[in-house]
């Protein structure tokens, strides 16, 4: 009997790291991207076609044990056109939900997860009446498409709102208050296909210019009262959704509690650092949920980091010298602001991974451009 073959729809870094993750459990795999040069090729064969191509969509899970993706902007009515023939995990219902900002806020409130005042606002008048119920300042929002910063404008004043109308106007929008946040935070959570959950510590992310630079895993001064209100909130869309693998969840901290602020229903770039930092990373994790194995411990070996490398990934011998430093190069052809690799730094404790960072830094300048020193 062969071995399982898992079909992802979509080929980039992320089914890359799924692929590696799978490899040494035996699992074969098979990828749909739109470009030949899709990072993923280069751990099982590629099908090039549109995410929304039937005959592509079919030759590519022909054969599957089970159907995955690993971006949300793959088209729910994709999904559900496989899951007529294949099972396919997570289901539709989380693309859904993750591809429509207002239907994923309503999702928050209908859960009694707290978020920050929204209104959707697909004309004129319905932004006018946004800002004057919510007020200024807010953020509004393309309700579709949209991520790294993308597809928002920041409304402060009166002004800025004729602005965003020209920038976004004849879009179904979505306004959103605009939260003075302490932090921004991510939880990430596995459910299996027996509905048994395992969550990862929360991590801390900074971001520059909407793109996540760092993240910190666990978030400093984590403690178990806000470790336990994050796993509560992923736990709850977990169980509503019926989801089955990785599903992150972004939040703000402010005042001490947290507010959801999207879900992502895929492994996430705030939890790569669980390659080398957890007893066992996002990406097997979410391979042993999807296939209906047992989960594997969520708990982290030490402090750890991730660092996005953006446009280049520099060169790794001055890297490499530095201890708990962790290279991963996505193959991908470089380009201003793209994500084209990351690196881990692990430590023994939080002082010396401070220490690693500030190594990292001096050694690689540009990955950290906009972010504060000990962030």
């Not at 074969?28 to 030949?36: I, V």
């Not at 760092?214 to 178990?224: F, I």
């Not at 708990?299 to 280049?312: I, Q, T």
């Not at 201890?323 to 201003?336: F, I, S, T």
């Amino acid at each position: 009997m062969p071995p399982p073959l898992v079909a992802v729809l979509g080929g980039g870094q992320l089914g890359r790291m799924l692929g590696l993750a799978g490899l040494p459990l035996g699992l074969r795999f098979r990828f749909l991207d739109p470009t030949r040069e899709a990072p993923a090729r280069a751990v099982g064969p590629l099908v090039v076609g549109a995410l929304d191509d039937e005959h592509a969509l079919g030759e590519t899970v022909r054969d599957a044990t089970v159907v995955t993706f690993e971006w949300e902007g793959v088209p729910a009515h994709s999904a559900r056109f496989v899951e007529q023939h294949h099972p396919i995990r997570p289901g539709p219902r989380a693309l859904e939900v993750a591809q429509d900002r207002l239907l994923e806020k309503a999702l928050f409130l209908a859960l009694g997860i707290d978020v920050a005042a929204f209104a959707g606002a697909d004309d004129r008048a319905e932004l006018d009446d946004a800002v004057a119920s919510i007020g200024l300042p807010v953020v509004l929002k393309t309700r579709h498409g949209g991520y790294d910063g993308k597809g928002q404008h920041v409304l402060r004043t009166s002004r800025d709102i004729d602005d965003g109308w020209r920038t976004f106007g004849g879009a179904p929008l979505i306004l959103e208050r605009l939260v003075p946040f302490a932090r921004e935070l991510s939880v990430l959570a596995v459910r299996g296909l027996d509905g048994a959950t395992a969550c990862y510590p929360l991590v801390e992310n900074t971001h520059v210019g909407g793109i996540l630079r760092v993240s910190r895993a666990p978030a400093p001064g984590l403690t178990r009262a806000l470790q336990a209100e994050g796993e509560a909130i992923v736990h709850q869309l977990l169980d509503e959704l019926e989801y089955v693998g990785v599903l992150a969840v972004e939040l703000f901290e402010h005042d001490g509690r947290l507010l959801a602020n999207e879900l992502a229903p895929r492994v996430h770039n705030s939890g790569h650092w669980t390659i080398e930092g957890a007893e066992c990373s996002q990406f097997e994790n979410h391979l042993r949920a999807i296939l209906g194995m047992p989960l594997g411990s969520t708990e982290a070996r030490g402090p750890a980091a991730m660092v996005n490398c953006l446009g280049v990934v520099p060169a790794p011998g001055p890297l490499l010298s530095i201890p708990g430093v962790h290279l991963h190069d996505y193959a991908k052809v470089p380009r201003p602001g793209r994500k084209v690799g990351h690196i881990t730094v692990t430590a023994p404790d939080s002082a010396a991974l401070d220490v690693r960072l500030d190594r990292l830094r001096d050694a690689a300048p540009e990955l950290f451009t906009g972010v504060a020193r000990g962030s």
